[in-house]
């Protein structure tokens, strides 16, 4: 079983930045895909990033190219949402997600286990 936590979310004015982190823990976490996702309110859930399993491939949603950086650190187990010049339209809750994923770029059904989420707000 894994467990996905994510931390650092908050309030931010648009142009700024945030990191996003999600500790994983569980058995072989280290070798699993993982991802971001996000949802607004009243929109569904929304992919954003995804790094596979020794973060030398990353794979992005098109409107947060150039902006933010998937990143991981298999010792740690840690994965991080670096987010620059943030956006309205980036406010949603983050989701950490893992998986398995026999393809690349992974879908979202390929993801077996997911975190809580963390506020993202962007507001002047």
């Not at 280290?30 to 971001?36: C, E």
């Not at 620059?84 to 949603?92: I, R, V, Y």
Request: hydrophobic letters at 35%; glycine letters at 12%.
């Amino acid at each position: 079983q894994v467990q996905l936590v994510e931390s650092g979310g908050g309030l931010v004015q648009p142009g700024g930045s945030l990191r996003l982190s999600c500790a994983a823990s569980g058995r072989g976490v280290d070798a699993y895909a993982m991802g971001w996702f996000r949802q607004a309110p009243g929109k569904e859930r929304e992919f954003a990033a995804a790094i596979n399993w020794s973060g030398r491939s990353t794979y992005y949603l098109d409107s947060v190219k150039g902006r933010f950086t998937i990143s991981r650190d298999n010792g740690k187990n840690m994965v991080y949402l670096q987010m620059n010049s943030l956006k309205l339209e980036d406010t949603a809750v983050y989701h950490c997600s893992a998986g398995a994923p026999g393809r690349w770029p992974p879908a979202a059904e390929d993801y077996d286990y997911w975190g809580q989420g963390t506020q993202v707000t962007v507001s002047s």
